[in-house]
């Protein structure tokens, strides 16, 4: 991916391991990567960046990744980014309240690193 095209893509992961893993992923593939560990970071940051991916756990400290979405929807300035949620929880229930709650996709953990960077890429085309 040449330079003056690479991609943002905001992470917001809580889990020191899981986010090693998704950045590091994302950097060998040429993608510009920004990192939160909360959701308030995640809303600071997207005060004056507007990235063009945003991967979003769930389970956070303070506010969860329900709540962060909701906010990147009141913000019309990030009309353009794909929200994805970045998820462990795969019961029946959480499932539902993703689709229900206009996510663009979602990704479970324990991460698949190949299909992870299809999906990744599919999303951005």
Known sequence: MPKECKKSILV?????????????LLGVNGFNVLQAVDGESAIEIMKTTVPDLILLDIQLPGIDGFEVLKRIKENKQLDAAKV??????????EM?????????AYLT?????????IKIKTMLL
């Open 12 to 24: 917001v992961e809580d889990n020191r391991l899981n986010m090693k893993l998704v950045v590091d």
């Open 84 to 93: 994805v949620a970045l998820t462990a929880q795969v019961m029946r229930e």
């Open 96 to 104: 539902e309240r993703i689709s229900n709650v206009e996510f663009d």
């Open 109 to 117: 953990k324990p991460i698949n690193t190949k299909d992870f960077i």
